[in-house]
C-alpha cells in the first residue's frame, strides 16, 4: 500500500480529454491507470459524461483502456440522481438526451418506473415539432404514441446527456414549463401574474428540472470542443428570458462537476472504495486530474470537504484547455498529460515507486 508522508493519497480523474479523447486512449494513460492499481492506490473516475449505466460506462473504459476497472470506481453526471429515484419513482417522468431507447431504459435502470421521452410527444403529436423534417424517422420509430399523454402530468424533467434534437426538446420542454400541473398542451393562468413570486411562473405544478453537466463544451476527436449540454441549458434559459419577458428566472437544480454536490457524492464513493481496497488509514489528499478549467480545476478549487480531506487540482494539457494559455481558474499544477500529473502528485507525496512497478 502507497502511503503519502502524512496519509493515504487518492485520485480523481476526469475521462475525455485526460484518458481518453474520442475512442483513442491518451498516450500513457493505461500505463498509468496500471501502476496504481499495483500500488493499491485509491481512484475514481468522476466525469461529466453519461448515457449508461455505470457497469455498461466502466466496462467501455476498460475496453478501450485494455484494463479490468470496477463500477464502484465510477461517478458519471447523472450518477447522483440515483438519490432522486425515492422522490420520483412512482411519478412520470420526461427525460432528455441520448437516442433511441438509450436513456429510457437508463432511467428504468435507475429504478425510475414511468419514463417518457420527447419522441413520444412527437410520435402522437405530429406537429409539436416546428421543423420536423430531419428527425421524423426517429421519433416515429422510437416514440411511443399514447392518448395518456393528454391527461399525464410530468413531475420532473431530468437532462441525462446532452440532447440531440434540440429543437424538439427546447419546444416539449417550454410547452411543459408553461403548463398547468405538468400536463401538456395546457397553460397555466398564473403566467405572468406579477402578484405572484417569479411573475407567476412556475408556481402551478409544473415539473421539477433537473441538469446534470454544467459544461459548455466538451473534447471530442474534432479538432476544436464541441458544445454539450451546458450550451442546451443556456439555450433554454434564452428562450425561457424572452418568452417570459425578463420577468421570471428558470429555477433547476444542477449536479455534474463543478458543483458542489457532485464533489459530495464523488468523496463519498472514493471513500467507500478505498475501504473496500482495505485502506486502513483515511484518505488525507484527493488529486483531481482535468482538462477542463471551468469544471475540473475549479471544482476540486472550491470544494471544501466535510470529512476534512485536501483536493488538490491538476490541469492537463490534453483536452479542452490549450497548450500555453491562461487558464480562468488556477491549478496546484499544470502539466502535459496524466501520466506527468501523476508522477507529479506521487513526487509531492512522497511516495517513492520501485523499479518494478514502473
Request: proline content about 5%.
Amino acid at each position: 500500500m502507497a502511503k503519502a508522508k502524512d496519509g493515504t493519497i487518492a485520485f480523481a480523474f476526469d475521462i475525455d480529454g485526460v484518458l481518453v479523447k474520442g475512442k483513442k486512449p491518451v498516450p500513457g494513460a493505461r500505463e498509468t491507470i496500471q501502476l496504481l492499481q499495483r500500488l493499491n492506490i485509491p481512484f475514481i473516475f468522476l466525469t461529466n459524461g453519461g448515457g449508461h449505466t455505470e457497469e455498461a460506462h466502466v466496462a467501455k473504459l476498460g475496453q478501450r483502456l485494455g484494463l479490468t476497472l470496477s463500477a464502484k470506481q465510477f461517478v458519471q453526471s447523472h450518477t447522483p440522481y440515483l438519490d432522486l429515484v425515492p422522490q420520483y419513482a412512482d411519478k412520470t417522468i420526461l427525460v432528455l438526451g441520448g437516442h433511441g431507447q438509450q436513456i429510457r431504459d437508463l432511467a428504468h435502470a435507475y429504478g425510475f418506473k414511468k419514463v417518457v421521452t420527447s419522441s413520444d410527444f412527437a410520435a402522437y403529436y405530429p406537429h409539436i415539432h416546428p421543423f420536423p423534417e430531419i428527425t421524423k424517422a426517429h421519433h416515429d420509430e422510437h416514440g411511443r404514441a399514447n392518448e395518456e399523454l393528454l391527461s399525464t402530468p410530468i413531475a420532473a424533467i431530468l437532462c441525462w446527456t446532452s440532447p440531440r434534437d434540440w429543437c424538439l426538446d427546447l419546444q416539449v420542454v417550454n410547452d411543459l414549463l408553461l403548463s398547468r400541473g405538468g400536463i401538456i398542451g395546457t397553460v397555466s393562468r398564473k403566467n405572468g401574474d406579477a402578484s405572484l413570486p417569479n411573475g407567476g411562473y412556475l408556481q402551478d405544478g409544473q415539473p421539477q428540472l433537473f441538469f446534470c453537466n454544467p459544461d459548455f463544451k466538451w473534447s471530442t476527436e474534432h479538432s476544436q470542443p464541441r458544445v454539450a449540454q451546458g450550451a442546451f441549458r443556456e439555450a433554454l434559459r434564452g428562450i425561457w428570458n424572452y418568452e417570459t419577458q425578463g420577468m421570471a428566472e428558470l429555477e433547476y437544480s444542477i449536479v455534474g462537476k463543478p458543483t458542489n454536490d457532485t464533489y459530495v457524492y464523488a468523496e463519498r464513493v472514493l471513500r467507500e472504495y478505498s475501504e473496500s481496497l482495505g485502506v486502513e488509514r483515511g484518505i488525507d489528499t484527493v488529486y483531481m486530474v482535468g482538462d477542463n478549467p471551468e469544471s475540473d480545476i475549479v471544482g476540486a478549487n472550491a470544494f471544501i470537504s466535510d470529512c476534512g480531506i485536501q483536493w488538490r487540482s491538476v490541469l492537463v494539457e490534453t483536452g479542452v484547455h490549450v497548450p500555453g494559455s491562461v487558464p480562468k481558474h488556477t491549478p496546484h499544477h499544470t502539466t502535459t498529460d496524466v501520466k506527468k500529473a501523476v508522477e507529479w502528485a506521487l513526487k509531492e507525496e512522497g511516495v517513492v515507486v520501485g523499479r518494478s512497478e514502473v
